[in-house]
Structures are given as C-alpha cells and as structure tokens.
C-alpha cells in the first residue's frame, strides 16, 4: 500500500521530490461484461509541485478520464489517487467537494463565467461562496501576472475570448490552489489569443510555483510545459521532457492510424 510519505516525497523520475498528485494502478472502467470499457488500465503516474505537465494521446486513449480522476472529478474503479498526502479514492462526497474547492483550481475550454458579473467579481467568486477573504496581495499579483489589471471592472461582454480565459486563469489561481488542471483551456480561442494563455500558465508555474497539468491536443500548446505524457489505451506509454512543437508533433505522427489526437 502506498504510503502518505511515500506520496509526499517521491516523484515520478526518481529521488525526493514533492509531489502534488499522485495515481497508483487506477483503472477506470464503464460498463461491465461484453459492454466493458476501459478507460483507464493500471495507470501509474506523479504530478510534482512546481511542474507544468501536458497529457497527450489520441481520441479515447484516456486522457481526459486521467485528468478527472486526479482531480476528484471522477472516482475510479480501482487503484488509488492521492493530493499530496491525502488519498482521494473512498472520501465521502462532501469532503471530496470541500478538497477540491479549497486545494484545487480547474480551467476548462468553455470560460464558465458569470456574465452578470464582472472580472473581479467573477475571480473571487468561488473564494466569496465559500464564504473565505482573498489575500489582497496574492490577489494583485495575480490580476499583474495576467494582465487584467485594467479590466477587472469589466463584464465578459465587455471582454475579448482570450481576456475571458485570463479572468478564468485568475480565477483558478487566486484561492492560491496546490494544482490547477486544464482541459484544452485554449480550444475555443485563436492562436494569438491561446498563445497569451498559455504564457500566463507557463509564468505561473515559473514565478508563482504553481502546478499544472493540462489535457491538449496542440502540439504548440504542449510546448509550454516542462513535461509531456502520451496516453494510448488507456496506459501511458511514453514521456517527453523539454518539449518542443516539433518533437511533440512528431511523436504524436507515430499514433497516426490508432486514432486523431482530437
């Protein structure tokens, strides 16, 4: 059985590392007998702090259900999910809901943001529902890193694409959260736009410390990580370091007939 300590001071590339999620022989499944599919098959991964991690793979190789499951948005099937020390896998419902608001930050394609609201407001929202005071300074560094400073008095209306990401960047960042997961947080915006995102996340893990893992089909987008994982039935089958576009695009051309990467 994996151990508290052992989650909090191991990484995934051997030594001491702190690591802030953490699955142990996950498997996902749905359906059962002839219908059975498996999404997930005896995933062993570490996410450590302080890292900037891309998952990759083609349509239903399982990367967005690895996503979930780190992030307590899904349950598993079997094996264990760990935050740091704190085991996911068997917490009640109420005390996985409490975690994930309080220690996790989520981004996802669609902005989801209030539009009755405007910038700030829609940043502190999930700190103001639960009932918490932002750390004012925190909270400016934040709106500084994202460039929001003379926008927060606008409604996402008033907004282009790319600023309402940032405001939902913000947002996920200003609860100060031990990891942020992203699923494709720049799929509904242009290239220009997708591209000031991805700085803005690449400069939060540099000058902030903050960890992410982010699910991409992007080759461009998976460049601005430290780490990308390929997922290809359900397993992980490969690990880049220091990513360019063109290695990743090139690594993504060997899942040509398994599937698009869509």
Not at 22 to 32: D, E, F, I, M, S
Not at 137 to 149: H, Q
Request: proline share 3%.
């Amino acid at each position: 059985m994996t151990t508290a300590m052992d989650v909090s001071q191991h990484g995934g590339t051997g030594g001491r590392t702190a690591v802030a999620a953490r699955a142990r022989q996950v498997v996902k499944a749905y359906g059962a007998g002839e219908t059975r599919v498996v999404a997930l098959d005896h995933v062993d991964v570490d996410m450590a702090q302080g890292e900037y991690t891309a998952i990759m793979g083609p349509s239903g190789s399982g990367k967005s259900t690895l996503m979930h499951c780190l992030a307590g948005l899904d349950t598993v099937t079997s094996g264990q999910v760990f935050l740091a020390d704190t085991e996911l896998t068997g917490l009640k419902d109420k005390k996985l809901t409490q975690l994930r608001r309080d220690r996790v930050g989520f981004i996802f394609q669609s902005f989801n943001l209030l539009p009755t609201l405007d910038a700030i407001e829609n940043i502190t929202l999930p700190m103001d529902i639960a009932g918490r005071k932002p750390d004012a300074d925190w909270l400016r560094r934040i709106v500084d890193t994202v460039g929001l400073a003379d926008r927060l008095h606008h409604r996402p209306s008033e907004l282009s694409g790319g600023q309402q990401q940032r405001v939902a960047v913000a947002r996920a960042l200003a609860s100060r959260p031990e990891i942020i997961f992203g699923d494709e947080p720049t799929g509904n915006l242009d290239s220009r736009s997708g591209a000031e995102v991805l700085d803005f996340l690449r400069r939060s893990v540099d000058e902030l410390g903050q960890t992410i893992v982010m699910v991409t089909h992007d080759p461009v987008a998976a460049a601005y990580a430290d780490r990308v994982l390929y997922l290809a039935d359900g397993r992980i089958v490969d690990e880049m370091r220091r990513p360019t576009a063109e290695l990743v695009l090139d690594r993504m051309k060997a899942f040509d007939g398994r599937g698009r990467t869509s």
